[in-house]
């Protein structure tokens, strides 16, 4: 009798593990963290879950250890790891800016150009990625490990500069560096093991995964809007609506109105609920989304 | 002039208080706790709230102190109460798993039916529902009360067994426990002392409650789910709709399409969605739901 | 070249401030506080936010180093500035009752009314207001600044009645105090600068985010319900809802169903919701709104 | 071969515990708990530590489950265990008022005497020792077993008097209850098994250890005090100093004055001190005692 | 029957408060805070104890409310209390430098002295102190009352400059703000109420009181060294000593060497430890003071 | 002018950061972290400390950015440094066992020596010294960087065996892993740069520091002792005193008796008192020490 078949299914520990598994959460997967959490319990029998250091995670990937997980761009790019990329999916643990892994300097030295700094040490936590940074920009430089805490390293005078991750650079900026290089975007990405990709059980749970967690994703920035609309001032109403998808329209009990609904992103909102009330339309009503596909 | 009507009803102090708590915000009365709480404030003229300990509550319900309460199946039998159970509210501060009471030796002791423990010393905290459990199974035993930390009991060498509550199993296995028997699944249920029960305005108001109290926990494993579909596709649609509710369907402004409203279960929503998307639904939107009836 | 027109809005520090903040985000701006928070980030390029005590906000609005800010009618009165009060903004960090002003003395004293106090000392922080309304009642009394802790001033035997804000009373009551005047009922007030509201950019973005709160606070009180109804129950059910918003009625694909659809408060649904389903409407949800205009 | 005689020693768990660890460390013994904490560790080959609650102590000693053990003298009474007394260690939690079990009745209540109580209904923690308090004045009583927050329960309508423990008695008056009697005083007790005590080894032991904590008890409340002393002066500082240990006294370097040096409970110092200054003693240094034999 | 006589003794609630409670307990008195602290305990019969604001405290000194009381300097002289100053007690919540009120400008503005600021806004807590200063210096100035958070003021652009105390200029610094004056040195007062301090049962009570601090303030800089030294390095050893007071000699059981023993500064020990080792002293020890009169 | 000399001196930031700065406070020095903690303020001109990574630490004072530092003796032959090695200070923060570096695998996994581990893979943050220890041994091994949570990582399936360090093995095996070589035992060095080593002024400010830091550390494990004894037992009971340091000896101002006074190892205390007590010494007394040289 043969073991069922399940996806083994990486799961960020740090930084991004809460917001992961909110995320899953919202896209109908319950990840339950137990004291000792070796292995997570997830309320899908096809699934085994495991906590695992974004840092580490494309290695085990990569090496078959997990057949999918997901991670920065950062740390596959770091590991140099060969896996399939399943999709990006953006969300963060502070801002909605992307992360970018910036070069920055004490803001009173001369540095302006990374070629200023030839000859300089670099502290960083993405020591391969900035040695081939440097590299394939000619420009000599020692490039260390460092232990964390590395913003404080140059004021410290323990490097010349160093590359660091940041969204909004407010914490850079905090430590009295200037920032002149940006080195790399990164987000969150799905990845799957090259064989796991080819096996139709696990590949095809992988992409239901990829089309929920993106649905949710989506949702966040997404709201649904209703409203009362009287009939004649239809025309006018439709012009102003995004065209995202057709509106949902239904006849008021009253038949001189109708009912509209469309889903908008949530940042149109605040400009065109004013519009729409100017323009006659009535009961107008926004609602949250927890899925949108 | 008389003192206007009131339902005195008792809300379980402790482990459950947060979630019943909650629970009533979402079924429509508000509860607040004030610094010194004997009387916790509600937003309803009807109803007088008392906090008041799960295990003593039935107590309290049956000499009539309190009109109705909520409280655990468990400390029901233990108190061996003689009230109407209302009905059971199936919810829990941990999992959506059933709570058991559970018996419960050494995972390296020989023990492995209730029957092995003759003559042996079993600590917990529901003395007289155990006793009547093994005078019933005619195994002679010394049932002693166990002020708290009961899992360690057996490890400490302080008792040969326990029988003892859990959800998951987990804290059982991590004393090193090994679970022999069980001897009771347990929930919240809603209780009425019989004389109140027979008052036709405390009946109303309890079964009102009853009817609102059920329709916001059945909201928590529902959503609504509203999609586009094609006005060709709609019969396969339909076969694949769980038949809980009829759908809500209306003509788009475009007239070859329909918008499709359904309540279902959130746990198929992750294996309906990529099928619904696949026989061509689009626009498919969830919205959370605070009460279903 | 000049610099983009921005709307200098002041967001209150302290009590209000998270409450506020929720409000903005719920409203459709998103505020971020930064550790050294001077302005605080918003995502509106046409605004510019900043932190300020609720005292000290209308002092700031009425010289114009704000065009506009949210703080209390208290304070505004204290302060007795002279500026545009937009709208009332009634939501508070507590309760839902409104916030008093009262004047309290010693549970056990034989004051009754204020007149009782004529050559007294009386603590409070809204000295100007007090003293004016006093003198008003043409009673002399000595009125302190108090730097805190009013409450237990009268017990300690530093005051013999003191003037402090309330929602509940409980906190007046459990320092032994009892209330023998109520000096003002306040709320939160949008208030612009004079100069500001007759500036036609800044006016209509002050209509536009006073149109977004209201709608968003409207919205905390108030649910979407849906339910299906056989045709020939429609209007025994129509007589039974609220009138504030005609409902939306679509028919079922089942047809001899209708679907119907309301806005309603939320404070009737748990009345409202057993008379439905006695007069024969089915599959009722609620649902939460963020927003009704 | 033999497993090497231990002490098996009681520790309260809960509101004595950490008290009791430091009180051990003083005395010399370092008492470490781990996170799975059934046997606590303990820099002594000689004792193995079991922590335990204090209301299931003098049970698993009187059983010889363990050797010792402390606890307080009120649950020995209410399990009416017969054990060794060792010895009364006063140290408590909050205060250095003794600890006492009182019956409290509402402060508006008409119960002056426990006679009043007669068919009442009194909840506590200490079922036998109250029935058996009632039984000796011939008072009938309904005594029911409080799971918890019993000084609330006579305001909330639960019991018409309640036995409960208290220090200060700020907690019961806070609670609107007024106290009628004293049932019993009570402190931290060392116990000893029958039959250990009897042994050589453990009783040597236990004695050793009673030694021990006494002397670190009696150190809190005693310190030494050094100063210098013209010589003449020094029968007038001599009569002054309480005679609890003879000054130690030796000579300057400087060969006019003495050095003395006595050990005196810490509150007679802060009136010891200025009189001894005015009568001419220099250089007045107090130290703290660890411990006082 | 009269009333005992009690000294009406006021502590500063706040950011002192922990500091002061700490004080009192090391000079001989224990003050309990109880959860409604009108009144904390102090075990003294001879003292009643009121919690006051800092602020505060000299009006109520004054007046005769207290008969004395711990506050700073600062507001004594902000209130221009006409009080009795026993003495300065140099004790504060974060460093060991005095506090200072500063005149603070950004860092990039053009203001280099108080008399660069006419015409201009200051903000601070310490309104009255700070009129009379720009008076003095007759610099027109307009001065504000600031509700709190005062070093955000002129990044804020709320205010031209700020009037704040600071202990090491620290946070002054990281607000961007530039320090141009210092208007006052603040410290810790005991003072008394005129007509108590002609009181002689009440003189008598504050200045053993005073003692007792000054002498619990002063150990805290000192401690006791001990050593023992060969009797021909006797006169070098004492050459080194500081003379704070003389030391305390005594033989040892071996008669060659002698026991030394002297009070000094922590503050020398450092650099005096490796000089008496070098010059032969051996079993140095350094150990701790309670009071050092 | 010339720049005062300054002793560069690197405190480790993180684990045994707040031991450290309390044992420097113990011996003398007293370091303040400020919130933008770059160069952590000390009393002392000579010495300018910078807080810096274990890990990193002998980099640093190897290349003389440092010129002395506190770290572990694992981080220094990791990083191979080329340091002078001024003392060992065992102090720790969890026990006082020393902690070790061991090799761990699965507790029921076949593997018993390191030589069981050839081909698999071992995960650790300490690279390069189990990569030596492993080609020592001639046992070829895939070492891998671990990010953290080491300990899990076996159970997890992502390693075969762990190399980490642990004080009392509690949490290896709390992970289910069993140890099955010790690798390194490691504590707390003194490290300093060489070249400042032979700088008189920087050596000379070394040693010192040494000197009082291992006085605080000795004065940790000792306590003073002191008693009464009569002058006829005081044979004996020198017979009994550990001979660590003689005895200092004075006669009380009762003749017949000599008070004796000794610094002992607090673990000998609590088996002496006894033994002392029997002898017929009285007044034993026991008081901490800061230091001890």
Redesign the interface.
Known sequence: MTQPKKLKLGIP??SLQDATIALFEK???KI?M??????PEI?DPDIQC????A??MS??VETG?LDAGLTGKDWILENNSDVVVVSDLVYSKV?NRPARWVLAVAADSPYRRPQDLAGKKIATELVSFTKSYFEAAEVPVAV?F????TE?KV????ADAIVEVTE?G?TIK??GLRIIAELLQTNTRLIANKAAWEDPFKRKKIE?LD??LQ?ALR?ESL??L?M?VPEEKMPAI?NLLPSL??????????KD?L?V?I?VS??L???L??KL?ELGA????????????
Not at 146 to 149: L, M, P, T
Not at 155 to 158: F, I, K, R, T
Not at 282 to 293: A, D, T, W
């Open positions: 520990k740090g896209s109908g997967w339950r137990h004291h000792r959490n070796y292995f309320n495991s906590m695992c250091r840092q580490e290695r085990y250890t801002s260390e460092s232990w964390g805490a404080a004021v410290e005078g323990l909004t407010t905090a430590h239901n089309m929920l649905g949702a709201v649904g209703k009362n439709m998808t057709a509106p949902t329209v239904a006849n008021l009990y009253n109105w009912s609904e889903v949530e940042s909102v605040r400009d609920i004013p009330h009535e009961g107008i009503i926004e609602y949250s989304l927890n899925k949108v596909i």
